[in-house]
């Protein structure tokens, strides 16, 4: 089993940053995908970001997101993290990391969320 853990999330001004992390326990992730999700009031969660575990990580982006956030990991600290620069208010929303593991079609852990609120 793996534990998911976010933090990190906050109130901040349009236009600000913050840096969300993912803290991984249980088992390595290493060979894992790890994805950002996000969840606004009244709407459905929607994908942020992901990294794969392979050489070069090969991360990808909503459109909504690209350009302004980075997704990143540190295998030797089991940690996943997502950079957001810019933030607009609807970014506002609960972040939610997870977990594919190598050869699933589906991201089979989640954390608990993180809530970021940016202000007009």
């Known amino acids: 089993q793996v534990q998911l853990v976010e933090s990190g999330g906050g109130l901040v001004p349009a236009g600000g940053s913050l840096r969300l992390s993912c803290a991984a326990s249980?088992?390595?992730?290493?060979?894992?995908?790890m994805g950002w999700f996000r969840q606004a009031p009244g709407k459905e969660r929607e994908f942020v970001a992901a990294?794969?575990?392979?050489?070069?990580?090969?991360?990808n982006y909503a459109d909504s997101v690209k350009g302004r956030f980075t997704i990143s990991r540190d295998n030797a600290k089991n940690t996943l993290y997502l950079q957001m620069n810019s933030l607009k208010p609807e970014d506002t929303a609960v972040y939610y990391c997870a977990a594919r593991p190598a050869g699933s079609g589906r991201y089979d852990y989640w954390g608990q969320g993180t809530q970021v609120t940016v202000s007009a």
């Open positions: 990294i794969s575990w392979g050489a070069g990580n090969n991360p």
């Open positions: 249980g088992r390595s992730v290493s060979n894992y995908a």
